[in-house]
Every structure is written in C-alpha cells, then in structure tokens.
C-alpha cells in the first residue's frame, strides 16, 4: 500500500492542524494505521494507533487529550486532528500502516519497527 500524508504547516501555539493521509488501496480496512512523529535530531516516536475498524486507538502520553486519530475506511484515509498544539510538537509527522494481526496489549502498535508501509512526511511546526 503506498500512503500520501498531508496537511501540515505553520501555526502558532493553541492552534490546530489536520492531518491527512491517503492509501492507495481499496483494502485499506486490512490495514491498522499509525502516526509518528520525528524532530530534528531526535528517534521518530510513536503519537497515535488506529485499529482496522477505528474502535480501538491509543495515543502517545504527550498528545493525549489534544490529538485525536481516526478513519474513513470508505475513503481510505486515516486523519490526525492536532488541537492545542505546542512548540514540542514541531516534527515530521508520518503515517504508517500495517496487515499484521497483534495484540494492542503487547505494544507492538507503538513501535516503529512493526509498520511496513510508511507515507512520505509532513511537516508541522508551531510557533511560539
């Protein structure tokens, strides 16, 4: 599946980005869906986790509350909304996405490594 992030840009502290990210795939429901994050001179991080259906999401602690993930299995697009954002939260922000069936307990869907497919980036960043 290739993915196609979108959506960033600058904009001042308390404001509010959305991000896009489309795949290409009409069997986009097989897939669940990841956002990252990664800043200059820091590792990418896990921000938020989508399951196949959107029932089950999880959020890294330092965008919980202010993010919110979600899908439209009909459009195959999975969005990021980023309210209240911070000057921390500038980064390049990327979509992932994989077919592999696992446990949200064993944290695998916080892991970079357990995404196969990952879109291109986009970049946020927020001024103070």
């Known amino acids: 599946v290739q993915l196609q992030a979108s959506g960033g840009g600058l904009v001042q502290v308390g404001g509010s980005l959305r991000l896009s990210c489309a795949a290409s795939?009409?069997?986009?429901?097989?897939?669940?869906m990841g956002w990252f994050r990664q800043a200059p001179g820091k590792e990418r991080e896990f921000v938020a986790y989508?399951?196949?259906?959107?029932?089950?999401?999880d959020y890294a602690e330092s965008v919980k509350g202010r993010f919110t993930i979600s899908r439209d299995n009909a459009k195959n697009t999975v969005s990021l909304q980023m309210d209240s954002l911070k000057p921390e939260d500038t980064a390049v922000y990327y979509c992932?996405?994989?077919?592999?069936?696992?446990?949200?307990?064993?944290?695998?869907?916080?892991?970079?490594?357990?995404?196969?497919?990952w879109g291109q980036g986009t970049q946020v960043t927020v001024s103070s």
């Open positions: 992932a996405a994989d077919i592999k069936y696992f446990l949200r307990s064993s944290g695998l869907h916080r892991r970079r490594g357990t995404y196969e497919y």
């Open positions: 989508i399951s196949r259906s959107g029932g089950n999401t």
């Open positions: 795939e009409s069997t986009f429901s097989r897939y669940v």
